[in-house]
T-cell receptor
């Protein structure tokens, strides 16, 4: 079975550029999560969707970050303009249902470097 | 903000040794999950504990949820190099905020 698929795996770009990260959740999962992982701050929840609707975006750092889920099989996380402090590994995860005790299935992440 | 503190932050041991890592909070969680993350990959769920005092075993791994549901431990018996990874605990407060992840314990098992 296909797991959560993220693209690209690696992205290196200069500050000020727009960055778009993509995620395909596991088929049938109705909750999707975007996380950011750094050495300093660990794994932080940025935003999550249920049935394609954003439920909680309080973890989004600032207005430069936006996320969309146009359908059940695709989500994007966009950073515009990007800054060096956005460098991190960004993970997408999906799960069945909204209950916090549902297991989350993570993709392999996008390693983002902003120069 | 509910915080989960994990200790130790780093642990390096020889193959065959036993170890315990801890996940502590001042908050009560309705459930707690343990994940393992290997380099270049996302976290993978190991176990979910729900009941205070619950003990779950997964081969050589033993997970315990504290009676008050504020803390948890992971004990590994006879560690093997394949156990190397970042161990993350994640608590569910029951609110819409979803999981809160701890900062992790980086375990290295040397052959």
């Amino acid at each position: 079975d296909a797991g959560v698929i993220q693209s690209p795996r690696h992205e290196v770009t200069e500050m000020g550029q727009e960055v778009t990260l993509r995620c395909k959740p596991i088929s049938g999962h109705n909750s999707l999560f975007w996380y950011r992982q750094t050495m300093m701050r660990g794994l932080e929840l940025l935003i999550y969707f249920n049935n394609n609707v954003p439920i909680d975006d309080s973890g989004m750092p600032e207005d430069r970050f936006s996320a969309k889920m146009p359908n059940a099989s695709f989500s994007t996380l966009k950073i515009q303009p990007s800054e060096p402090r956005d460098s991190a590994v960004y993970f997408c995860a999906s799960s069945l249902g909204v209950s916090g005790n549902q297991p989350q299935h993570f993709g392999d992440g996008t390693r983002l470097s902003i120069l | 903000t509910q915080l989960l503190e994990q200790s130790p932050q780093f642990l390096s041991i020889q193959e065959g040794e036993n170890l315990t890592v801890y996940c502590n909070s001042s908050s009560v969680f309705s459930s707690l999950q343990w994940y393992r993350q290997e380099p270049g990959e996302g976290p993978v769920l190991l176990v979910t504990v729900v009941t205070g005092g619950e003990v779950k075993k997964l081969k050589r791994l033993t997970f315990q949820f504290g009676d008050a549901r504020k803390d948890s431990s992971l004990h590994i018996t006879a560690a093997q190099p394949g156990d190397t990874g970042l161990y993350l605990c994640a608590g569910d407060s029951g609110s819409a905020r979803q999981l809160t992840f701890g900062s992790g314990t980086q375990l290295t098992v040397l052959p």
